[in-house]
C-alpha cells in the first residue's frame, strides 16, 4: 500500500548509516512501489558528492537478487544531494527553494548526524521556516552520552518540534522478529499464566556480534558498548519481554507499558557495581578460523578503556518479576553474530525418574531474533529404544525461514515507511530514552571511578570469564558453547 506523498530528507546524507541503511531501505520500498511517483529524497551533507557517487557506494549494500537497474534509475531519478553546512546558515537557499513549494505534502528530516547537532539542526529548521505541520523528525541513536545530554537534545528538538513529530529511532524495535514478541505474548494464549516470577526462573538476553569496530573506532571509542548497544537495544528487549499486556496495539500505551518497565529496573548501587556488571574489551584472537586484530591496533594503537563487551544482571522491581534475574550480554568479535532471549523455566518441583534416567533439565523458550529467525522450546522427554526410561532434552522448533517462505525486510524499510505514516509506536518517546539513561549512568560513573581497566578477552570466544562467572555465581549458565 502506497504511503502519502513526501520529501525525505537527510542530513548526513552521505554518511555511513544514509549509504548502508537509508537509501537501499528507501530503494527497496521504491521497488515494492510504496513510494508515489512525486515523493522524493533529498541528501544533504557537506562533502560535494553526486547522486552518482553516492549511489555507487549504496548499490553495495543491496543484496543482488534484490537489485533492478529500471528500479534502481527511477529511484535514483527521485533523489537530489545538496552540499551544505547544516551547522551554519550560509548556503541553504538552493536546499530551502526545493522544499518549500511542497509545503503539503509530508515533509521528513532524519537526522543521521552526531547528536550535538540535533538541537542546532532543529532550531536552524526553524530560523528557515521549513517546518510544516506536516513535519516530522527522526533522531538517531544515540540520543546524548548520559541523562543531561539525552535531556538537553529533547529539550532543543522539543522546542521547534512537538513530541508527535519527534521520532526517535532504535532500529532493534524495527526487525520482524522483536515485533513477533508482541505476537507471541499477546496472540497467544499458552504462555500467558506462565509470564511470570511463579514459572519463569530467569531470562537472558543476548545480542552477540564477531564483527569489531571497522571504520566507526572514532564513535566507538567515545561510546562502548553500555550506551552503544545496551542504553537503547537490549533495554527495549528487555521491555517487550517484561512489560504488562497494553490494553491495545496504540502508540502511547504500548510505550506507557514499556517506561513502567524502564522506571522499574532495579539502580545498580556502586557497591553492586562487581557482582552485577562486567565489561571486557577485545583482544587479538580469531573468528571462523581467520585471525583478527585486537580493539587497540583497530583504534590504530591508542590507549582506550572503552568496553567492547557487557554484561549485567539485572532486575526488574514489579509484582510480575520480583527476584527474577534478567542477565544481559552484548560485545563485538564474539564466537558468533546471534541475538537471542531465552526464558528459562523454573525447575520441576520433584523428580520421579530413576538416578539413571539421566538429569532434567528445565524447559527453556528460546526466542532467535537472528539469524535463523525462529522459536524453539526446549522440553524433556524419552529416549527412544527398549534401554528403560532415559529422559533427554529435544526441541520444538519453529524456524520462520520454513513457516513464511518471504523475504525478512530490514528493519529500517518498516520504520522509514512508519515515520511517513506518522505511527510512532515502533519508535522511543522522550520518557523512555530518559528512564533509560537514569538507568544506566549509575553503571556509568561507577566504571568511570572504579581504576580496574576492562577485562580482557579473545576475540572469537563468548566474552571474559567473568561473564561467566556472573551467571554462574546464581547457578545458571550462558545458553550457549562458550
Ligand atoms: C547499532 C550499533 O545500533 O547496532 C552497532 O551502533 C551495531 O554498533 C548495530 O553493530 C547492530 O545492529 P544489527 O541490526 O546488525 O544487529
Redesign the pocket.
Known amino acids: 500500500v502506497p504511503v502519502s506523498s513526501f520529501d525525505f530528507v537527510v542530513f548526513g546524507g552521505t554518511g555511513d548509516l544514509a549509504v548502508r541503511k537509508l537509501l537501499p531501505a528507501l530503494y527497496l520500498r521504491d521497488r515494492d512501489k510504496q513510494l508515489t511517483a512525486d515523493s522524493r529524497i533529498l541528501l544533504v551533507s557537506r562533502s560535494k558528492e553526486s547522486v552518482a557517487e553516492i549511489a555507487e557506494r549504496a548499490r553495495a549494500h543491496i543484496p543482488d537478487d534484490l537489485f533492478d537497474d529500471g528500479a534502481w534509475k527511477s529511484f535514483l531519478d527521485r533523489t537530489q544531494h545538496f552540499a551544505l553546512d547544516a551547522a551554519h546558515d550560509a548556503g541553504w537557499a538552493e536546499f530551502e527553494n526545493a522544499l518549500k513549494p511542497r509545503s503539503d505534502v509530508v515533509r521528513v528530516f532524519y537526522l543521521a548526524t552526531a547528536p550535538d547537532l540535533f538541537g542546532p539542526i532543529s532550531a536552524r529548521l526553524k530560523t528557515h521556516e521549513l517546518i510544516t505541520p506536516n513535519s516530522r523528525i527522526v533522531l538517531e ?1 544515540p540520543i546524548g552520552r548520559d541523562l543531561a545530554s539525552a535531556r538537553a537534545i529533547n529539550e532543543a528538538v522539543g522546542a521547534v518540534f512537538a513530541e508527535h513529530q519527534i521520532f526517535r529511532i532504535d ?2 524495535l524495527g ?1 520482524e522478529t522483536v515485533q513477533n514478541l508482541l505476537a507471541l505474548r499477546f496472540a497467544n494464549s499458552l504462555f500467558e499464566s506462565l509470564w511470570n516470577r511463579g514459572s519463569v526462573d530467569h531470562v537472558q538476553i543476548t ?1 552477540a ?1 564477531s ?1 569489531g569496530v571497522g571504520t ?1 573506532a572514532g564513535y ?1 571509542d567515545k561510546s562502548g558498548a553500555l550506551r ?2 545496551v542504553q ?2 537490549l533495554l527495549q528487549l528487555l521491555c517487550l519481554v517484561a512489560m504488562e499486556p497494553p490494553t491495545q496495539m496504540h502508540q502511547d500505551t504500548v510505550r506507557d507499558e514499556k517506561l513502567k518497565v524502564l522506571r522499574a529496573l532495579k539502580p545498580i548501587t556502586p557497591d553492586q557495581l562487581g557482582a552485577c556488571t562486567v565489561r571486557g574489551q577485545y583482544r587479538a584472537g580469531a573468528i571462523d578460523g581467520a585471525g583478527v586484530p585486537g580493539y587497540i591496533e583497530d583504534l590504530g594503537g591508542a590507549v582506550s578503556r572503552t568496553e567492547t563487551f557487557v554484561a549485567i544482571r539485572a532486575e526488574v522491581e514489579t509484582w510480575r518479576w520480583g527476584g527474577v534475574p534478567f542477565y544481559l550480554r552484548t560485545g ?1 568479535r564474539l564466537a558468533e553474530r546471534t ?1 537471542e532471549i531465552v526464558i528459562q523455566f523454573r525447575p520441576v518441583p520433584h523428580n520421579i525418574f530413576a538416578a539413571d534416567a539421566g538429569p532434567i533439565q528445565p524447559n527453556r523458550l528460546i526466542i532467535r531474533l ?1 539469524p535463523n529467525e525462529g522459536i524453539e522450546l526446549q522440553l524433556m522427554s524419552k529416549d527412544p529404544g527398549p534401554g528403560g526410561m532415559r529422559i533427554k532434552p529435544t526441541n520444538l522448533n519453529l524456524s520462520f525461514a520454513e513457516a513464511f517462505k518471504i523475504r525478512y525486510a530490514d ?1 529500517y524499510e518498516r520504520l522509514l515507511m512508519d515515520v511517513v505514516r506518522g505511527n510512532s509506536t515502533l519508535f522511543m518517546r522522550r520518557d523512555e530514552v530518559e528512564a533509560a539513561w537514569t538507568w544506566i549512568e549509575p553503571i556509568l560513573e561507577g566504571w568511570t571511578r572504579d581504576d580496574a581497566p576492562p577485562k580482557p578477552y579473545q576475540a572469537g570466544t563468548w566474552g571474559p570469564a567473568a561473564s561467566i562467572a556472573l551467571i554462574e555465581r546464581d547457578g545458571r549458565t550462558w545458553d550457549d558453547d562458550g
Open positions: 541513536k532500529h532493534y526487525k545480542v556480534e564483527i566507526r566507538y552503544d548497544m537503547n537495544h563485538k541475538s537472528q528493519a
